[in-house]
């Protein structure tokens, strides 16, 4: 089983649309957690970090359930510019140290006008 | 200030030659992680430093691939020999030491990557 799953997609949307990807990880001691977005031929970008009660930027809201070892993204109002990869991705942080970044293999979004 | 910054940017190569990648860190950062991207596996981690010391190089495939930190600021990866199957996109990420400002030490930066093909 690999330690962060995610829907490969691709979810074609119209503009405007809400979309929600989700994800899940196999590890309980997973520490924090994000979602990054990566445009083609592009390196990865955090788009925000995804924090127990819930956080919304704009248009973008994030979940966390631990207890189901969950983590969501909700888009509302798509927009064009929003095509894109999403990484989901877990924080594996050992003592005293940054820890290391577990990467999903990415939902892929495609905005339709 | 300046991102991560990768050489060379594309790299094609034939099979069995040496390989080296560089990456220079974000100012003021102090972790390192070298990072491999194909359609197939997608991200994998290869190995990441913490101020300059190797925490853990458990994704590096095997003995023909190295990475180095010989200071604070800069890494190389090198590949010797080089295969085929070694064609991928090469990223470098940063990040930030947890003595700068409101930094998340667990956020990281990624450079442009290098477009490795080996032939």
């Known amino acids: 089983r690999k330690e962060v799953e995610q829907d490969p997609g691709p979810f074609n949307v119209p503009e405007g649309a809400t979309v929600a990807f989700n994800c899940t990880y196999s590890n309980s001691a997973s520490q924090s957690f994000f979602w990054y977005r990566q445009d083609c031929r592009k390196e990865p970008k955090l788009l925000m970090s995804v924090y127990s009660s819930g956080n919304e930027d704009g248009r973008f809201t994030a979940q966390l359930n631990r207890a189901s070892q969950y983590i969501s993204l909700l888009i509302r109002d798509s927009k064009l510019s929003d095509s894109a990869t999403y990484l989901c991705?877990?924080?594996?942080?050992?003592?005293?140290?940054?820890?290391?970044?577990?990467f999903g293999q990415g939902t892929t979004l495609q905005v339709k006008p | 200030d300046a991102g991560v910054i990768q050489s060379p940017r594309h790299e094609v190569t034939e099979m069995g030659q040496e390989v080296t990648l560089r990456c220079k860190l974000i100012s003021g950062h102090n972790s390192l992680f070298w990072y491999r991207q194909t359609m197939m596996r997608g991200l994998e981690l290869l190995i990441y430093?913490?101020?300059?010391?190797?925490?853990?190089d458990s994704g590096m495939p095997e003995d023909r691939f190295s990475a180095k930190m010989p200071n604070a600021s800069f890494s190389t990866l090198k590949i010797q020999p080089s295969e085929p199957r070694d064609s991928a996109v090469y990223f470098c990420?940063?990040?930030?030491?947890?003595?700068?400002?409101?930094?998340?030490?667990?956020?990281?930066?990624f450079g442009p990557g290098t477009r490795l093909t080996v032939l």
């Open positions: 430093f913490n101020n300059n010391v190797p925490i853990d």
């Open positions: 990420a940063s990040s930030p030491h947890e003595r700068l400002a409101q930094a998340r030490t667990d956020t990281q930066y």
């Open positions: 991705v877990v924080n594996l942080r050992s003592s005293g140290n940054t820890g290391k970044l577990i």
